[in-house]
Structure formats: C-alpha cells, structure tokens
C-alpha cells in the first residue's frame, strides 16, 4: 500500500508528557501538511512543509508543538508538556505539487491522542 | 478568511433516497471546492472535487456543481446505499489572490453525519 501512513495511530499519555507522532507521505509527494480534528468539527489546518521547507503555521501551533521534515520525507510532530485540550484526531496529509487549484490532498488515518 | 458552511446533521434516510448535503463557502479569488467522505475507522478519502465555476465533480454516484453565483458545492446523490454511511466533509482549497500564488491549505467544514438505514 502507498498511501500516507501514520503512527502510532493511539496515544494515551498524562497531561505534562512529552509526544511525538510520525507520519510518511506518499512517496513522490512533495508536500506535506498536519491538521487536527476535534470530536464534531472538521480538521483545523496546523503547518505544511514543502519538501523539507516548514513554508506556513497557523495560529493554533503555540509554542508546545514543533514540526520538521528532514530531507523532505517523513514528518514528526512534537507536542511538548501536553495538556488536556490536546486531545484530538492529528491528521497528516501529502500531495504533488501541481498546477494552481489542481492538486489533491490525500489523508492518512490519523493518531488519536488522549491527554488524561 | 475563508469558511465553510455545511449542512447540520445528522441527517438519517432510507435506502435509496435522495441525498443533498448542502455546503456554501465564503472565500476570495477562485477557490477549488472538494467533498471528502470519513467512513467509520478510517481516514478522509477524497470523493470529488471542482476546480472552477460550473465545474461539475462525481464519484460513485455522486456530484456537486461548482457555483460561484451562489457560492455553493452541495452534495447530492440519486439513490444512497447503507454502505454511504459516513460523516461527509466539504472543503475548499482557496487562492491568495494578490499574489495569484495558491493557498495549499484546506479549510473544512464541520462535517455532515450520514447514516443510512436498510
């Protein structure tokens, strides 16, 4: 199967701990992008690299959570001393540069992080 | 900014109903509109997508038109199977429009929960 992967795909861990999620893009993939899903909303957008390029980060990245790409192949995502409202659905997404309006973004299945 | 407005569900119907999901957008320059579907378990699979007005997405019998007088992408389909049970996602990929380079990232709405009965 080439599609995106990610792991692990569940995390329980204690409010002040340390995560770090994994996700492997879709080989030919340049582009790669992490989104959080909470319990009834749709997927909140996070950052996007472009290649190994960190190119955008939303307002909803604080200082807690850092992302890299190195060599523009999997991404990891670090949430540093967790707290509660942490606790979502991280979603990691890659797609092919293409022409303006052309490109699809394809999804993995998610990690579901518990923050208890 | 650019927002998605969908449909409140959750929306329950018979097999082989009629389906629309409606979905309207707000955004600037000539966004490209998608609908993802989230199946129980699993992650969001790309159903259809349009890229400029009046463009028209399908997908296993599904469509929706792009229509910028209206700024809407509603999901329909003519007959829906148990099988389409899942929560339906609309999305739009927007561009920045002083520059004409592209906005890469999506914005969603808050889904649609589809259940569908035998």
């Known amino acids: 199967d080439t599609g995106v992967s990610q792991d692990p795909r569940h995390k329980i861990t204690k409010r002040g701990q340390n995560v770090t999620f994994r996700c492997d893009p879709i080989?030919?993939?340049?582009?790669l992008y992490w989104y959080r899903q909470t319990l009834g909303q749709g997927p909140e957008f996070l950052t996007y690299f472009q290649n190994e390029a960190q190119l955008e980060k939303s307002r909803l990245l604080s200082d807690r959570f850092s992302a890299e790409r190195p060599k523009g192949s999997f991404s990891t995502l670090e949430i540093q001393r967790t707290e509660q409202g942490d606790s979502a659905m991280y979603l990691c997404?890659?797609?092919?540069?293409?022409?303006?309006?052309?490109?699809?973004?394809?999804f993995g299945p998610g990690t579901r992080l518990l923050v208890l | 900014g650019n927002s998605v407005t969908q449909m409140e569900g959750p929306v329950t119907l018979s097999e082989e109903a009629f389906l629309t999901i409606n979905c309207t957008y707000t955004?600037?320059?000539?966004?490209?509109l998608f609908w993802y579907v989230q199946y129980p378990g699993e992650g969001l699979q790309l159903l259809l997508k349009a890229t400029k007005a009046d463009d028209k997405g399908s997908n296993k019998g599904f469509e929706a038109t792009y229509r910028k007088e209206t700024t809407s992408f509603h999901l329909e389909k003519g007959s829906v199977q148990v099988s389409d049970s899942a929560v339906y996602f609309c999305a739009l990929m927007g561009t920045s429009g002083y520059s004409g380079g592209s906005n890469y990232k999506l914005t969603f709405g808050k889904g649609t929960l589809l259940t569908v009965n035998p």
């Open positions: 997404a890659s797609s092919l540069s293409f022409e303006q309006g052309q490109e699809t973004q394809y």
């Open positions: 080989s030919e993939h340049n582009r």
């Open positions: 955004a600037t320059g000539y966004p490209s």
